[in-house]
């Protein structure tokens, strides 16, 4: 059973697209995060959710755009994708919002914008 | 601000060898901190994590932690490596933030490579 999934796993578009990646989880938790890692191995969170509500907004493009439909659930829709866009994007999962909780995270979406 | 210097970008030891990774981090109060490891094409699975008491803390895959106050420091051990280790190491340090909102905060990463 697979605790956080991610979908797609790979995405290859073209600049000025808009695209969306999907986030559940089965644990139950309440927090929920999405994460950037460039191709420097550099892993940025941009946003967390608990219980659908946002609570952690980094600074990021307005191009970027989470959704929670539910907490099990963290989507991300990006719009007019630009080359700088090009990550892998993780999304994770906490029982709660407190740092002393353990992050898990899912397999991450390779995102190539060309 | 919360920062996690990891000064080796890439380390390669010999399968058997022992193991020590670096972390330093910057943070005004008690730090929680945490090793993560990467494995290539998956997403990030922890290790072991120290919020505090014991300065030494075991996680799993036989790797371990110290905690050092007066140095700033929180580097990862193993006494004997295996094939299966090659991978990419996190170090973090957690940040509490305002109302509810505490975030993780990640070092550059450690490519680890073992050595027949």
């Known amino acids: 059973d697979t605790a956080v999934s991610q979908t797609p796993k790979y995405l290859v578009t073209q600049m000025g697209n808009d695209k969306s990646i999907k986030c559940e989880q089965n644990?139950?938790?309440?927090?929920m995060y999405w994460y950037k890692q460039d191709s420097k191995k550099f892993l940025k969170i941009m946003f967390s959710y608990n219980n659908k509500e946002l609570i952690i907004n980094e600074t990021v493009p307005n191009r970027f755009s989470p959704k929670s439909p539910d907490k099990a659930h963290l989507n991300l829709h990006i719009n007019s994708l630009e080359l700088g866009d090009s990550a892998v994007y993780f999304c994770a999962s906490s029982p709660g919002t407190g740092v002393s909780n353990e992050q898990f995270f899912g397999p991450g979406t390779r995102l190539t914008v060309l | 601000a919360q920062s996690v210097t990891q000064p080796d970008i890439h380390i390669t030891v010999s399968e058997g060898a022992s193991l020590e990774l670096r972390c330093n981090y910057s943070?005004?109060?008690?730090?929680?901190l945490f090793w993560y490891v990467q494995s290539p094409g998956q997403g990030l699975q922890l290790l072991l994590k120290y919020f505090s008491g014991d300065t030494l803390v075991q996680g799993i895959k036989g790797f371990e932690a110290e905690f050092k106050r007066s140095q700033s420091s929180f580097n990862l051990r193993k006494p004997s490596v295996h094939w299966s280790d090659a991978a990419e190491y996190f170090c973090a340090v957690g940040a509490a933030g305002y109302s509810s909102a505490s975030k993780i905060i990640f070092g550059s990463g450690t490519r680890l490579s073992i050595r027949p």
């Open positions: 644990l139950g938790h309440d927090t």
């Open positions: 943070y005004g109060a008690t730090p929680y």
